[in-house]
T-cell receptor, first 109, second 115 residues
Framework: GENVEQHPSTLSVQEGDSAVIKCTYS??????FPWYKQELGKRPQLIID?????GEKKDQRIAVTLNKTAKHFSLHITETQPEDSAVYFC????????FGKGTRLHILP | EADIYQTPRYLVIGTGKKITLECSQT?????MYWYQQDPGMELHLIHY???????EKGDLSSESTVSRIRTEHFPLTLESARPSHTSQYLC??????????????FGQGTRLTVV
């Protein structure tokens, strides 16, 4: 089955700087790569996703890049703001949805 | 409004009791999932279902069972609650569309405490 590795587990960045979170997956057949954000006390929600037929997707300050050869995909957040503080999860769904272990992002004032 | 609903939101129960956590979705989704999550930590897949009469075990060994008699309903039952079951339980659903996998939508969770 699919195996998803997510790094780092914790990330602290100064407000206004960029943050990058990386996930690697094992199943070459995977073709859909979502990122979820979970704020404190709330449910996870999709923030951006990418399908295997493109290498990059951008939505305002967030972007996801995919390297199918190396089997990894990354979340990029630019111009970070306090409201970006949360736990972020990647996933590499096949017949079920397996999530990475999560990255706790702290935005420092 | 289309959503995924979990009840109860909070539950405190004694050791050895049988409990059922309810999950219903009005999104018309085929796939449903149960995850166990300690606050802000990893999401552990307990059970999932492709549709009516389909149930599969996830990666987390659990003394729980599920059923899928109706498309919209996916209850989770603990036959004998233990303190180690204290956690948050999240239900999720997703659609089988023209692509193999799409966005998962989560319920607000049930926070279970076993005393």
């Amino acid at each position: 089955g699919e195996n998803v590795e997510q790094h780092p587990s914790t990330l602290s960045v100064q407000e206004g700087d960029s943050a990058v979170i990386k996930c690697t997956y094992s199943d070459s057949a995977s073709n859909y790569f979502p990122w979820y954000k979970q704020e404190l006390g709330k449910r996870p929600q999709l923030i951006i996703d990418i399908r295997s037929n493109v290498g990059e997707k951008k939505d305002q300050r967030i972007a996801v890049t995919l390297n199918k050869t190396a089997k990894h995909f990354s979340l990029h957040i630019t111009e970070t703001q306090p409201e970006d503080s949360a736990v972020y999860f990647c996933a590499a769904p096949d017949d079920k949805i397996i999530f990475g272990k999560g990255t706790r992002l702290h935005i420092l004032p | 409004e289309a959503d995924i609903y979990q009840t109860p939101r909070y539950l405190v129960i004694g050791t050895g009791k049988k409990i059922t956590l309810e999950c219903s979705q009005t999104m018309g989704h085929d796939k449903m999932y149960w995850y166990q999550q300690d606050p802000g930590m990893e999401l552990h897949l307990i059970h999932y279902s492709y549709g009516v009469n389909s149930t599969e075990k996830g990666d987390l060994s659990s003394e729980s069972t599920v059923s899928r008699i109706r498309t919209e309903h996916f209850p989770l039952t603990l036959e004998s609650a233990r303190p180690s079951h204290t956690s948050q339980y999240l239900c999720a659903s997703s659609s089988i569309s023209s692509f193999p996998n799409t966005e998962a939508f989560f319920g607000q969770g049930t926070r279970l405490t076993v005393v």
